[in-house]
C-alpha cells in the first residue's frame, strides 16, 4: 500500500522566495547583480552582532539557552514589556507557525487581507484551516471587512501593519475600532515586520492591548532594519498565558546561540538602525521622484520597499531587470499583475535600479 497523504499537504505550495543572488549570476552568466527582492538591511547588521557572532564560533559545541535570557532581557527593554511578554522564533515566521499550530484545529478559520503576507496563508493551510481572504481597499487593509469576516470559527486573525506587499499602514484609530469588534474567541496577529521604518504620526501601539491581556500578538523582527535575516530571529510580545502557550509548543532550542547573541548585540547598536532607517527614507524619497519622471504610479510606503505600477506584465518588468542584474519581486505573485516590489537599497544600488528599470521601459 502507498504512503497515504491528506489532500490539504498534497494542495500547499511552496514559499516562493526572492530570488537568490548566486543563482541569478549562474542563470544568467552575470557578475554583478544587486538584490532588491526580501527587503533586507542593506548596509548589514551592526558591527556590534557582526563582533559578537564571530565571539561565538568556539561555542558552539553547547546548546543554546533556550530561554534566551540575554537577549530577553535586551528586548524587554527595548519595548519596555516584561520579559514574560516575550516568545522567540526562529523569525518571526516560526512565530506565526507556532501560533498557527497552537491555536488552530482543522476546519477552523483564519482572516487576513489579500494580498498581504504569504507566510499566513502557508502555515493555515498546513494546519486544514479555511482561510478568509478580505481584499485591501486603496492597497490598505480593511479593517472594517476584516472584523465582518469573522465567525464563531474564526481563531487567528493576521494584520500586517505596515502591510507587505503593499507597505501601507492602518492608523491607531482605526485599529481602536476595530479592536471594539473583536471577539474573545479570535487571537489577533499583528505583524510589525517593518516597525522601526514607520514616521507616520498616527503609528498604533498595540501594547496597551497586550498589557490589557487581550487575545493579541505582536510580532517583530531581526531579518529588516537589524540586518540580520540569515540568522533567523524573530520575536512575539503578548499577553503571558498567550506567550506561555507558544513556549510550550516551540521546540527547546528553536533560536540558534549565534542568532540570540547577534540579536543581542544589535538591540544595544541603536544608531545603526537610526542610518538604516536614514539611508531608507532618503532612497524612498529618491524612488518616488524618480518613478514620478518616469510617470509611473507608486504607492506611498511606510516601509523599505516601494510597490510600483509598471502598467505592464511585472513578470516581463522583474525577467527584463534581472537580465541586468537587477532582482526585484513580479507583483503578480502577490496579486498585483502590474506592479513590481522593490527594496531600498543603498543610495548605489537605488540609482542601478532606476537605470535598469527606466531602459527596460524604454524598451
Ligand atoms: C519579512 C517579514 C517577516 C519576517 O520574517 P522573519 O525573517 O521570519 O522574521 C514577517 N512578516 C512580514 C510581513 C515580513 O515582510
Do not use: W
Amino acid at each position: 500500500m502507498s504512503l497515504p497523504i491528506s489532500e490539504h499537504i498534497l494542495a500547499l505550495r511552496p514559499y516562493q522566495p526572492g530570488k537568490p543572488i548566486d543563482e541569478v549570476k549562474r542563470e544568467l552568466g552575470l557578475t554583478d547583480v544587486v538584490k532588491l527582492a526580501s527587503n533586507e538591511n542593506p548596509l548589514g547588521p551592526s558591527p556590534l552582532a557582526a563582533e559578537a557572532i564571530a565571539a561565538c564560533a568556539h561555542g558552539v559545541s553547547i546548546y543554546p539557552d533556550g530561554n534566551a535570557p540575554a537577549l530577553r532581557a535586551a528586548v524587554s527593554e527595548l519595548v519596555s514589556m516584561p520579559p514574560n511578554t516575550l516568545v522567540f522564533g526562529n523569525g518571526s515566521d516560526e512565530i506565526l507557525h507556532l501560533l498557527t499550530m497552537t491555536f488552530l484545529q482543522p476546519g477552523e478559520e483564519t482572516v487576513q487581507a489579500d494580498p498581504s503576507f504569504a507566510m499566513y496563508e502557508i502555515y493555515a493551510a498546513q494546519a486544514n484551516a479555511k482561510i478568509h481572504r478580505v481584499p485591501l481597499t486603496h492597497y490598505t487593509h480593511n479593517l472594517e471587512a476584516m472584523a465582518d469576516a469573522i465567525t464563531p470559527g474564526t481563531r487567528l486573525l493576521f494584520i500586517a501593519n505596515p502591510n507587505n506587499p503593499t507597505g501601507t499602514l492602518v492608523t491607531q484609530a482605526e485599529v481602536d475600532r476595530f479592536m471594539e469588534r473583536v471577539p474573545p474567541h479570535v487571537l489577533v496577529v499583528f505583524d510589525e515586520a517593518y516597525d522601526e521604518y514607520v514616521s507616520h504620526a498616527d503609528k498604533p501601539d498595540m501594547r496597551p492591548y497586550v498589557r490589557d491581556d487581550r487575545n493579541v500578538i505582536i510580532l517583530r523582527t531581526f531579518s529588516k532594519a537589524y540586518g540580520l535575516a540569515g540568522l533567523r530571529v524573530g520575536y512575539g510580545i503578548a499577553p503571558p498565558r498567550i506567550a506561555e502557550l507558544l513556549n510550550r509548543v516551540r521546540s527547546p532550542f528553536n533560536v540558534n546561540l549565534i542568532g540570540q547573541a547577534a540579536a543581542a548585540a544589535g538591540v544595544v547598536d541603536q544608531e545603526h538602525i537610526r542610518r538604516a532607517v536614514a539611508l531608507n527614507y532618503e532612497g524612498r524619497d529618491y524612488y518616488y521622484r524618480e518613478f514620478q519622471r518616469l510617470g509611473l504610479e507608486f504607492i506611498p510606503s511606510e516601509a523599505n520597499f516601494v510597490c510600483v505600477d509598471v502598467k505592464r506584465d511585472s513578470k516581463e518588468v522583474f525577467e527584463a531587470l534581472q537580465r541586468l542584474g537587477v532582482i526585484v519581486r513580479a507583483g503578480a505573485g502577490l496579486g498585483l499583475p502590474t506592479h513590481i516590489r522593490v527594496t531600498v537599497g543603498t543610495m548605489a544600488q537605488n540609482e542601478r535600479f532606476i537605470a535598469a528599470l527606466t531602459a527596460v521601459l524604454e524598451s
